[in-house]
């Protein structure tokens, strides 16, 4: 029996709530009438369009160069016509911003020039890989969404041992990284090899949370033909996923206060989701113009995981996925501890939108926050070591570098501080106020 | 004419609440906290201190424009002893099982400082008979206040206050708190009497300023 | 439609703990205490824990109405507060004590600072210093004998125990709680019970009960015999006086206890150091309450130099350490 590695500092055990999805294929939704597509989806600088509006493009064409080293491509999700490039409100930047807006034609007519780059890795070189998943416009799929190919080409000084392929799907609700992982077992190897061929990185460990047994089952039987890969299987408890926790829990390795990275400590982590783009992308020559997004929640009649084009509506999704059931209190685009509250569906999929998540008007409710009883359990729940309650204590008062001197800038923003507050704190808020606070006086000090 | 005598008379009622010594300048702590186990003794400190107050401020009034700033402190303390041991050897002579109960605090009123305070506060910048209505004031609501804090930790405290041979007699069914003759009860008294003053004076300029909003 | 979404800050999910919720289950913790309590010393020790509960209840209620703050009685900290107090009662302590106790509980010692989370010193503990200072003879004399209800005509067992080390009393009569003493802190199988169910329930941490118990136990079996070492009763330190009750409820407060793990381990161990200090060289025969007292007042100080081990601190301490290996 594999032994289920549980070490964390802090964290909370969140009801996972994953029954409500986990069990629906991944379907693909459709072609809706309208892809929105922001220059901003990734971290890093936006991509530059290369069409016009009225171009006709076709599947997998580019349509956005990337607009510097961290930076990303854009593709056409389906063939059609570019109705316009203009600003669009987006759901993470919380502001208008520039987006190229598709109008489908149907056909869904893929571009001559896509065609499998190589069936199996000896024939493709490291360097092929990187300027693949540069080519593709791959980006991390977990959430941050940060440019694979820079990711791949860590400082030369960095020596780099370990890869690790997060499937750990921390956050309640979210099933998408559980049915790829099912489904796909074979890909998601696949693009994992791909990954640490194009990093020069010898060993590679799969990570799963310990409640998704028949994923576990399914990795564990298309690894057994591979040598160098290894299966970390974790105690359920969130943030599990986060990558300073992952590479804690698995290798027992602590990544230095930020700016630290992984890297420094020799690793490296990607997502699941991540390395099945990267296999498409080179098996099939698709780039990254579709994800696998759950949409659940109490709030939809029928929570399924999709294969969504990017630029899908939300409204589109959620209406496939059977509607809602009476009026929504809620949408958060992500999981419930990290996502972020829409006040429209009328907003697009990104690189980034692992699930929509609709709670019903009885779960929606805001509760009244009381004073800071010291109960110390934010503390107790905190996986970076930190003392939420006095960071976002100073940070109330406008004693940001009191805030700084209690590691603010330490915060991984996991929301465990928050959920476990009996006194209903918001506490992360505050802090992430801090952070973006000290993080504004830092540049204008440089 | 006129002017003036209104500033004298504001002179002798401000010290009874914009410039209270104990509640809202909370000066002169200790004889406060000490020696109001009882409103005799409170009282009689309070006079000792209406003296001295009187005397100091008034002939550092009449001094202002002589004493040099430089060695003003000095020659306050002179002027406040000076009274100080009037008081002391009358007390002693007269009085002597008050002045055992008063002890060190007697002697202790050349520091204290509500008289450092209206001397330089006051008696220093301003007019003898200004100085002398100031002092008068300050020191009657200072002995008002040991008289009340004094007063409530006698009851409180022995069930009884007892003034010469005048006693008000123990409440029946009523026990005593010790606690209240102890430093902790003049803190919670001194505490509560400062509170209720506060309240009173946020409500009353509260009114003032709605009246003034109405008129 | 839309516009009527929701949008709040993450996490969009809360764990089902509320300040109530812990508070209620810190009183339903304290009931077996009262009901031995009842059953041990009579009727009339109900009657001071009612007293003392509506006192403090509507203290609170009253106070609050009357600074125009909102009424917050229904998070049942004042209920804890009266219910703590009354538990540390002598059981034939006149009715308007417990009444006095708890409204100056409630009012000088948690609301005037500002109400739950602002108080810097346990309620009921200062209402009890308080009560002593104020009628020591009531809180020092007014003892019953357990179920016969006799008024007491000696001390308390534990006064014989810090002079000679001889408790007097069974295993059996020290846990059930036979034995003169406060309404609430004899029954030592009722307070564990209660205990357990706050450490399993995860409303308290185990560090300061143990710490505390600890020390005292280990403290008492070295020095509590007077005239020789390591030969002091250990148990009856522990069982008898206050220390349960103290240990399990009154310095697990969490408003005036450290919120780090680390902090709370040295909170129960400073207050059995206190407490053994008291008890066998100190003027009264109990120090449970001036002991968690004064580690109330230090728990800032705690709070400020005991401070979690943060999340890649390794890498700051091998820095520090080359730093300082190169300039010397
Ligand atoms: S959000 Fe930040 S402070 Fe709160 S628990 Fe997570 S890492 Fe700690
Ligand atoms: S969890 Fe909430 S109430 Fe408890 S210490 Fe942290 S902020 Fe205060």
Redesign the pocket.
């Known amino acids: 029996m594999i032994t289920v590695i549980k070490k964390m500092i802090g964290g909370v055990p969140v009801p996972g709530k994953k029954e409500l999805s986990e069990k629906s294929p991944i379907e693909f939704a459709g072609i809706p009438g309208e892809l929105v597509l922001f220059m901003s989806q990734h971290i890093g600088a936006p991509s530059v369009a290369s069409v016009k509006p009225k171009d006709q493009v076709k599947r997998g064409q580019i349509i956005a160069e990337p607009g510097g080293f961290v930076s990303a491509a854009l593709h056409a999700p389906t063939s059609g016509v570019i109705k316009a490039i203009e600003p669009r409100y987006h759901p993470v930047l919380a502001r208008m911003s520039e987006a190229i807006v598709l109008e489908p034609d149907g056909k869904h007519e893929p571009a001559e020039n896509m065609s499998p780059t190589a069936s199996d890795l000896d024939g493709i070189l490291p360097e092929q890989i990187r300027k693949l998943a540069r080519e593709a416009g791959i980006v991390g799929l977990g959430g941050a969404a940060f440019p694979t190919s820079v990711k791949l080409a860590p400082p030369e000084d960095k020596h780099i041992d370990t890869y690790l392929l997060n499937g750990s799907e921390c956050e309640p609700y979210l099933t998408a990284d559980h049915r790829v992982m099912l489904e796909q077992a074979d890909k998601v190897l696949f693009g994992f090899r791909a990954l640490m061929k194009a990093s020069g990185v010898k060993r590679g460990i799969m990570c799963i949370e310990d409640n998704k047994p028949d994923a576990i089952e399914a990795i564990k039987q298309a690894m057994s033909s591979y040598d160098g890969l290894e299966l970390a299987v974790l105690s359920a408890r969130y943030p599990r996923g986060g990558e300073k926790q992952l590479v804690h829990a698995v290798l027992g390795r602590e990544v230095p206060p930020p700016p630290g990275l992984p890297y420094d400590v020799g690793v490296l982590v990607s997502n699941v989701g991540t390395a099945y783009a990267l296999a498409e992308a080179i098996l099939t020559g698709l780039p990254l113009v579709e994800r696998v997004v759950t949409v659940t929640g109490e709030g939809v009649a029928k929570p399924s995981n999709f294969k969504a084009l990017l630029g899908t509506p939300l409204s589109y999704l959620i209406e496939r996925a059977g509607g809602f059931t009476g009026t929504p209190g809620k949408v958060i685009l992500g999981g419930p501890m990290m996502g972020r509250a829409l006040k429209s569906i009328d907003v697009p999929v990104l690189k980034g939108t692992s699930g929509i998540l609709v709670l019903t008007k009885e779960q929606a409710v805001e509760e009244p926050i009381?004073p800071?009883?010291?109960?110390?359990?934010?503390?107790d729940?905190c996986p970076m070591g930190l003392q939420?309650?006095w960071i976002?204590a100073h940070a109330e008062r406008g004693l940001m570098e009191e805030a700084e001197s209690f590691r603010a800038m330490d915060c991984i923003e996991c929301g465990c501080?928050s959920y476990?507050?009996?006194?209903?704190?918001p506490?992360v808020q505050w802090i992430k106020m801090a952070k973006a606070d000290i993080t504004s006086r830092r540049k204008a000090q440089r | 004419m006129n002017k003036n005598k209104a500033s004298l008379g504001y002179d002798f009622i401000k010290g009874f609440i914009q410039e209270n010594p104990t509640f809202s300048l909370a000066v002169g702590m200790c004889p406060t906290l000490a020696v109001t186990t009882s409103l005799v003794n409170g009282f009689w400190m309070g006079v000792a201190v209406i003296f001295v107050l009187t005397f100091s401020n008034v002939f550092v009034s009449l001094l202002r424009k002589v004493i040099p700033d430089e060695i003003r402190i000095p020659v306050f303390i002179i002027l406040i002893a000076t009274p100080v041991v009037i008081v002391e050897l009358v007390m002693k002579a007269y009085m002597p099982a008050m002045y055992n109960i008063l002890g060190i605090f007697v002697p202790l009123i050349v520091v204290n400082c509500i008289i450092f305070h209206r001397a330089e506060a006051f008696a220093y910048r301003n007019p003898v008979l200004n100085s002398a209505m100031d002092a008068l004031g300050s020191g009657m609501a200072f002995t008002l206040n040991l008289m009340l804090i004094g007063g409530i930790r006698e009851f409180l405290g022995t069930g009884q206050i007892a003034f010469g041979s005048a006693v008000f007699p123990k409440v029946p069914l009523f026990e005593p708190a010790a606690v209240m003759l102890t430093p902790p009860g003049g803190f919670i008294t001194l505490g509560a009497l400062m509170a209720l003053l506060n309240i009173a004076v946020a409500r009353a300029s509260k009114r003032k300023k709605s009246e003034s909003q109405v008129g | 439609m839309e516009d009527r979404l929701l949008v709040t800050p993450a996490p969009h999910m809360k764990s089902t703990k509320t300040?109530q919720g812990l508070m209620l289950d810190v009183v339903i913790a304290l009931l077996p205490a009262a009901i031995a309590g009842t059953i041990l010393f009579g009727f009339r020790s109900l009657l001071v824990i009612l007293a003392s509960v509506a006192s403090a209840v509507a203290s609170e209620a009253i106070y609050q109405k009357a600074v125009k703050r909102p009424v917050s009685i229904n998070d049942f900290s004042a209920v804890i507060t009266g219910l703590l107090l009354a538990l540390t009662l002598p059981p034939d302590v006149p009715v308007w004590i417990p009444v006095i106790g708890s409204a100056f509980a409630i009012v000088i010692a948690k609301q005037v600072f500002g109400g739950l989370?602002y108080n810097f010193v346990n309620p009921a503990l200062a209402a009890r210093a308080f009560l002593i200072a104020a009628w020591p003879l009531h809180m020092t004399r007014d003892w019953l004998n357990p179920m016969t209800y006799e008024a007491l005509s000696s001390a308390t067992p534990l006064v014989g125990f810090n002079a000679t080390g001889q408790a007097g009393l069974t295993l059996t009569q020290m846990l059930l709680g036979q034995r003169p003493g406060s309404i609430g802190e004899t029954c030592i199988l009722a307070l564990l019970l209660g205990g357990l169910y706050l450490i399993v329930r995860d409303v308290i941490d185990y560090r300061i009960p143990l710490g505390y118990l600890g020390t005292l136990a280990l403290g008492t079996w070295i020095f509590g015999k007077p005239g020789a070492l390591f030969q002091g009763g250990a148990l009856s330190g522990v069982f008898l006086g206050g220390a349960f009750i103290g240990a399990f409820f009154m310095a697990t407060d969490?408003v005036t206890s450290p919120?780090t793990q680390r902090g709370r381990l040295y909170m129960g161990i400073g207050a059995g150091l206190i407490t053994l200090v008291i008890r066998l060289w100190g003027g009264y025969p109990e120090g449970v309450t001036y002991a968690i007292l004064f580690m109330n007042l230090v728990t800032p100080l705690i709070d400020n130099y005991v401070i979690p081990r943060y999340y890649g601190s390794g890498h700051d301490a091998k820095a520090r350490k080359a730093a300082g290996g190169e300039t010397r």
């Open positions: 009381l800071c009883v010291k109960c110390g359990k934010c503390i729940a939420p309650l976002s501080c476990i507050c009996p006194a209903k704190r506490l | 300040v989370g969490y919120v």
